[in-house]
């Protein structure tokens, strides 16, 4: 991304975001509530126009391709949505399945196998296809999700705030499982977290969204020690520092 720029309004949410994901390697955003890191992967995935810049994919500006070109980048990224967005009408397997059944690539008989297989690549039974999403805990659901992110085995994943809502024994085991997916699968990942454990488990680099800019980039190890006054304030969750929350009391 190169210079993307987008305003709702007068709120200037994306002033000039420049940022960077090598192929196959996991990239995660940090950034405060309403820092626009949604709205930043939505600009790459085409659900928001941004107003400037460059959305380079494999060298290619996403942003300037027809429609069909852009279907065609599309069929290639997988997405984990913040709180799962399980649709409760259809039961798990056509969940898992929902892209590959919609494009017509599979036989509803060879989705529901598919979806067995892939449920049991995140540790779930194949009976739990049959199961509605209602039916299953927070835990279950974000296994399930991951699933239906990775059935059309894409090269692209979007994991937003994969870990949100789960004990921190659970969130380690859906970061374990995330990893492992996008090894499996050789894919390039981009994670938006608020846990910085997860964020050190499952990212190569790390890039901090503040004011509507990537203020710093660097290995997500060092997350906390960076020595980086605002990066190092967010990540320890320090009260002072150089971010300012505003209170309204
Ligand atoms: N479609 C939209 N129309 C108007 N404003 C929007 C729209 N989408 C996002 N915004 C605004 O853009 C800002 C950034 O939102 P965004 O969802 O990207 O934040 P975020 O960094 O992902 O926050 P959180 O960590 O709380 O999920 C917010 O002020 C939000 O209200």
């Known amino acids: 991304m190169r210079g993307v720029r987008k305003a709702f309004g007068p709120k200037q949410v994306l002033d000039g975001v420049d940022l960077d994901v090598a192929a196959g390697h996991s990239l995660v955003i940090l950034g405060g509530s309403g820092s626009g890191k ?4 939505k600009c790459v995935l085409g659900l928001i126009e941004p107003d400037e810049g460059v959305i380079e ?3 290619r ?3 300037q391709m027809s429609r069909r070109e852009r279907e065609a980048v599309a069929d290639r990224i997988g997405m984990l949505f913040q709180n799962g967005a399980l649709f409760d009408s259809l039961p798990v397997w056509e969940n898992v399945c929902f892209k590959l059944l919609a494009q017509g690539r599979v036989t509803r008989a060879k989705a529901r196998d598919k979806a067995a297989e892939v449920l049991a690549q995140v540790g779930l039974a194949g009976s739990v296809g049959d199961l509605s999403p209602a039916e299953l805990s927070g835990g279950m659901q974000k296994r399930v999700a991951l699933a239906r992110a990775i059935a059309a085995q894409p090269d692209i994943i979007f994991f937003d705030e994969p870990t949100t809502g789960l004990d921190p024994i659970m969130g380690a085991v859906i970061d374990g499982l995330i990893v492992d997916c996008v090894k499996r699968l050789g894919a390039t990942a981009v994670s938006i977290t608020h846990d910085m454990a997860s964020a ?6 790390a890039a901090m969204l503040h004011k509507g800019r990537i203020v710093w980039s660097g290995p997500a190890a060092s997350l906390g020690h960076t020595g980086h006054a605002l990066v190092d304030q967010f990540a320890n969750g320090e009260r002072e520092g150089p971010i300012q929350m505003e209170l309204r009391r």
């Open 38 to 41: 949604s709205v930043t992967i």
């Open 57 to 59: 994919i494999d060298g």
């Open 61 to 63: 500006d996403v942003t």
């Open 200 to 205: 050190r488990r499952i990212g190569d680099t």
